[in-house]
């Protein structure tokens, strides 16, 4: 049973507990390399083109807009193939209520049919918003399993959390 664990995360600064930090590493990335500890597989993460900006509230507002207008902004690349793979876990960070605008451009690309989809969703607050409905448009025909919300500040203590729930997914974790 192999497992892919692809994921959106953006460096830089970010809203961290009230405050605005310089992330090295983003709270996704950092939970997505537990997760790969603590099952194996292979890492991915979703890169686009045109990046993000580095300053929040700049960041804030194209992330809006991107969202407001449907955008698909591209990517830098894709896997070869999906076909080896049974557990995709998908992870991202919650922007505006769902996933960024990145992940929908991706998850359009492939045909996800067949596959175990396990989400994950680091946020500030409003856990997994409406993205695991948007999973389930996305991936027609794939079974998505309960999500993980992990508050982006708390991630860096929260390894055997992330662990314990991924292990826990690939065994069951069907709705
Ligand atoms: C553009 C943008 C929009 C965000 N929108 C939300 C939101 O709607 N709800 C929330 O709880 N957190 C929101 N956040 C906070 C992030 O979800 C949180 O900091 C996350 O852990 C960042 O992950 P990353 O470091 O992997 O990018 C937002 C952050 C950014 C940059």
Known sequence: MANLIVYFSRKGENY?????????KGNTALAAEYI???????????QTVKEYAK?????????QREQREGARPALKAYPGSIEGYDNIFVGY??????MPMAMF?????????????????????????SSERDLA???KGATI??????????????????????R???KEGIR
């Open 55 to 63: 300053d929040y509230y700049a960041c804030i507002d194209e992330a």
């Open 168 to 170: 826990t997914s690939i």
């Open 16 to 24: 961290w507990n009230g405050t605005i930090k310089d992330l090295a």
């Open 145 to 166: 399993c309960r999500g993980l919300s992990v508050h982006g500040a708390q991630v860096a203590q929260s390894e055997q959390k992330i662990a314990d729930w991924a």
């Open 105 to 129: 451009t991706f998850l359009e690309h492939f045909d996800w049919s067949g596959k175990k989809i396990v989400p994950f969703c680091t946020n500030e607050g409003s856990g997994m918003g």
């Open 93 to 98: 960070p919650n922007w505006w209520g769902t």
């Open 137 to 139: 448009k996305l991936c």
């Open 36 to 46: 790969q500890k603590a099952v194996g597989g292979d890492l991915f993460e979703v």
